[in-house]
């Protein structure tokens, strides 16, 4: 019965994230398979968190528009999340919640769910929020290099606050939503989102697809064309290592760190 009102749940809010443009036609499918496994399995608190994700971050990429002018040229898409965004950023999420299916009374599978929430939530508030920084980022693998706003890899003080915040939002809902999570467990869920969201970056910097506009003479992720109608030449990187496999490895890299300490844990003691 949850399932049915979980599909109900997730075909509401993906028609209006669809209608509000947050979600392109296969954003809106995959946002429909996500949050039915989400919210039918997991039910509200589960539901809580990953809305939370989708709400700011859908907020954050319509906000300060001014500053970020110029700035779609470099990212691979533009505001209307598509399927790869969707699954990029909740795939790991929702294995997390099927996981809790099978194993309902482990602890194990809300945090992974959360860790991986709040690695991509630290990831998409530090790249909305990091534009507000007042000096150009810098490359996270050569902090001397400076670079322009939106480079793949860039980091600042402004993003990386942004990402700390991002992070502890969805712990601390992890930590009020569920009795079993004690708040150093709060502050590990904090501590692995913000560490995924740098391993985002280090990706970025290093082994992410990046391409070349001839006309604008500009590096960018988007591929074949650019927004000019110019087609991108590939400057380095993986050709299959997209952005949205690079959010995939960011959700991952969250929860396996969180899960890793609280194995150690729990064998401890
Ligand atoms: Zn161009």
């Keep these: 019965m949850q399932l049915i009102y979980g599909f109900l749940l997730a075909i509401i809010i993906a028609f209006l ?21 989400i919210f039918g399995v997991g039910g509200w608190p589960w539901a809580i968190l990953l809305l939370t994700f ?23 898409k533009g505001h209307e999340r598509d399927a790869g965004q969707v699954f990029g950023n909740g795939g790991i999420a929702a294995l997390f919640a099927l996981l809790h299916g099978f194993f309902p ?49 860039g980091v600042s003080i402004v993003g990386t606050l942004a990402a700390v915040g991002g992070s502890a939002i969805i712990s601390i809902l992890a930590l009020l939503l569920n009795p079993a999570v004690t708040p150093a467990f709060c502050l590990l ?56 496999w690079v959010n995939f490895a960011c959700g991952l890299a969250g929860a396996i760190l969180t899960l890793l300490i609280y194995a150690l844990l729990v064998i401890q003691y």
């Design 17 to 37: 994230a669809y209608r509000a443009h947050s979600l392109n036609k296969s954003g809106a499918l995959a946002a429909t398979i996500t949050g039915t496994i």
């Design 54 to 76: 989708f709400i700011t971050s859908s907020g954050l990429s319509r906000a300060f528009k001014k500053r970020k002018q110029g700035l779609d040229e470099k990212y691979s």
């Design 105 to 153: 009374d482990a602890l194990w599978p809300w945090l992974g769910f959360s860790a991986s929430l709040a690695a991509v939530n630290a990831d998409t508030w530090a790249t909305e929020l990091g534009v507000l920084n007042p000096h150009p980022p810098r490359m996270i693998t050569d902090l001397r290099k400076v670079v322009e706003k939106g480079t793949s890899g």
């Design 189 to 244: 869920l904090t501590a692995s989102g913000l560490a995924g969201s740098l391993f985002d970056s280090l990706l970025g910097a290093t082994v992410q697809a990046i391409y070349f506009c001839p006309r604008d003479q500009k590096e960018t992720e988007r591929h074949p064309l650019h927004l000019c109608g110019t087609e991108t030449v590939h400057i380095r990187g993986w050709k299959w290592l997209t952005n949205d």
